[in-house]
């Protein structure tokens, strides 16, 4: 197969697993690990793709990448961890979920909780959970950012401050090596923040992806979750971390996990 054939199938297989390694490629389109480095680095030097350790990662900025986009990226991943979360989740209880494909994939795992109170600001999450008739939804008002159904602003913030809740599953951008979760939108950073202030338990997902993404905006530090569900091992840096924090980290693989 020639490059012009295999640049395009490596962005399809980066997009929907987050990231590439060199060994990987050359077994999938049996080439030299030699011919997969150029075209990782044709795809780096065409900013479509950033060169990391053994592979590529799609690139960082200071922008996300768009919501379909992120929708299908490292989607049996995120529906892994959802099951994980949604067991980790007792009925009975009262919760925000906030902006995020992830956060999305956890809504869908609880259709049959029941005795629920959701409080979100993502208008899709509201639509998900309109399936399950013993969940109480409230949709925080404020202004609508279209790319993603997403709800933001000093409005927002507002209706947060009304609760206390039992929990709040949020997802992030990205994270960095020392444990701070990152995003893109300062006013999304503003009402993450105030979700944490309003929770009693912080439940975490994001998938592996997230630890080698980068964005411009502190929400927090993972020293304020409680639960975080990945679907890898973390570096032994950040597992360090979490233990001196008291952070339980639930690994989901294919539906299982373990601590």
Known sequence: MSQAFRLPEILEIA???GKVTVDDLADRFKVTVQTIRRDLAELAELGRLERVHGGAVLPSGVSNIGYEERRGLNHSAK????????????????????I???????????????DLLVVTNNMNIANILVDNPDCDIIVAGGMVRRAD???????????IEQFKFDLA???????DEDGWLLDY???????SQTIIAQSRKIYLVADQSKLQRNAPARIASLQEVDMFFIDDPLPAKLAQKCREWGVE??????GKASG
């Open 185 to 191: 939108d300062i006013q999304e950073v503003g009402v």
């Open 79 to 98: 529906a892994s961890i959802a099951r994980t979360c949604a067991q980790a989740i007792p009925d009975g209880a009262s919760i925000f979920m906030n």
């Open 169 to 175: 599953v949020i997802g992030c951008s990205a994270m």
């Open 149 to 159: 159904g997403g709800l933001i602003g000093t409005l927002t913030m507002k209706t």
């Open 100 to 114: 995020g494909t992830s956060t999305e994939a956890v809504a869908r795992e609880l259709l049959n909780h029941k």
């Open 15 to 17: 997009r929907a697993e």
């Open 249 to 254: 980290v639930q690994i989901s693989r294919q």
